[in-house]
């Protein structure tokens, strides 16, 4: 087994609604996750929810706007293992886009109450975890 890679989400909810991107890439392929991507050596960890998040949607934020809400322990199978940390924007500029085609589909706000059932598995653990919009 290789070690565990650190992946970066950050989690977007404007009334009630959550982003999600529906992925294209190998992993995870056809489910939805939230921004976001692998932290890079010698990266800090804001800085990388940061510049996944302007690079998945075209959105920017800052640090100041960033909150540590959760981290999942991603086990996809016995050469995959990721650990993966949570971050809440609660302000952000820019128009959302679609800037990687090759790796996103399409970005779509899913109401609170209809999640689609095609999550990714980091995304899955996160909401059994921190059960995300159940309370």
Not at 73 to 99: A, Q, R
């Amino acid at each position: 087994m290789n070690n565990p890679r650190v992946g970066i989400a950050t989690i977007i909810i404007n009334d009630n609604k959550i982003l999600l991107g529906l992925r294209k890439s190998e992993l995870g392929t056809n489910t939805w996750a939230p921004p976001g991507g692998k932290l890079d050596l010698g990266e800090e960890l804001k800085d990388c929810a940061i510049r996944e998040l302007k690079e998945e949607t075209n959105l920017t934020t800052t640090a100041d706007n960033l909150k540590l809400i959760g981290v999942t322990n991603d086990i996809f199978n016995s050469e995959i293992h990721y650990i993966t940390i949570y971050y809440e924007v609660d302000s952000y500029v820019g128009k959302l886009k679609v800037m990687e085609p090759d790796k996103c589909e399409k970005w779509k706000w899913f109401d609170n109450k209809s999640l689609p059932s095609n999550l990714f598995l980091p995304f899955q653990n996160f909401i059994k975890e921190k059960k995300l919009f159940n309370e």
